[in-house]
Nanobody, 125 residues
Framework: QMQLVESGGGLVQTGDSLRLSCAASGRTLSTHNTGWFRQAPGKAREFVAAISRSGSNTDYSDSVKGRFTISRDNANNTVYLQMNSLKPEDTAVYYC??????????????????WGQGTQVTVSS
């Protein structure tokens, strides 16, 4: 089993930045493609960003492309999400997830095997 713990969320203003971290334990994160998802109240969980095992491939949802950057430090079993130019519509609980499907980065909730508990990000206008 793999345990994922997110941190770094908080309350910020429009235009501010936050860096989320996702620390893994129990299994080696470098053997898993990893992603960030978010869920706003009353909405379905949605894909935000994904990164391949080596970190060489990344992808983003259109809503965050150019503002968010996903990265990973396999030596420290950690994945990050740097969020810049935050908007009120970015307000959500952000979840880190790891997938045992290794052929490419993954975009769907059902393709991920392990999930963290989430960290709240609130952007005020």
């Amino acid at each position: 089993q793999m345990q994922l713990v997110e941190s770094g969320g908080g309350l910020v203003q429009t235009g501010d930045s936050l860096r989320l971290s996702c620390a893994a334990s129990g299994r080696t994160l470098s053997t898993h493609n990893t992603g960030w998802f978010r869920q706003a109240p009353g909405k379905a969980r949605e894909f935000v960003a994904a990164i391949s095992r080596s970190g060489s491939n990344t992808d983003y949802s259109d809503s965050v492309k150019g503002r968010f950057t996903i990265s990973r430090d396999n030596a420290n079993n950690t994945v990050y999400l740097q969020m810049n130019s935050l908007k009120p519509e970015d307000t959500a609980v952000y979840y880190c997830a790891a997938s045992g499907l290794t052929s490419r980065v993954r975009y769907k909730v059902e393709e991920y095997d392990y999930w963290g508990q989430g960290t709240q990000v609130t952007v005020s206008s």
